[in-house]
């Protein structure tokens, strides 16, 4: 089975940016669809990007307002998110996750291996 180490986040001013990563391993990654989602206190988990096999982006949520990119190497096993412009609103921790089908969806029922999350904390 899949399994997911995310590394990458920190705290971070507002406006500053972090790369988050996920390291992969397993048989089945490079043909699954990943998703990244973020949970802050008090708050359900949310979709915040996705990606499908081959690369190809699924719509990001509406709060990224175009300041993340989602992508993928499949050859490394690894999939980052880049996050820009960061908000103190964007403050969670952040988990990447494996669907369960190559194309992928935004919802969160839908994935089925969850990496460990990574706490990104932005902050004057």
């Known amino acids: 089975q899949v399994r997911l180490v995310e590394s990458g986040g920190g705290l971070v001013q507002p406006g500053g940016s972090l790369r988050l990563s996920c390291l992969a391993s397993?048989?089945?990654?490079?043909?699954?669809?990943m998703g990244w989602f973020r949970q802050a206190p008090g708050k359900e988990r949310e979709f915040v990007a996705g990606i499908d096999w081959k690369g190809a982006p699924m719509p990001y949520a509406d709060f990224v307002n175009g300041r993340f990119t989602i992508s993928r190497d499949n050859a490394k096993n690894t999939a980052t998110l880049q996050m820009n412009s960061l908000e103190p609103e964007d403050t969670a921790v952040y988990y990447c996750?494996?669907?369960?089908?190559?194309?992928?969806?935004?919802?969160?029922?839908?994935?089925?291996?969850w990496g460990q999350g990574t706490q990104v904390t932005v902050s004057s």
């Open positions: 397993g048989r089945t990654f490079s043909s699954s669809a």
């Open positions: 996750a494996v669907h369960k089908e190559p194309w992928g969806t935004t919802h969160i029922g839908e994935y089925n291996a």
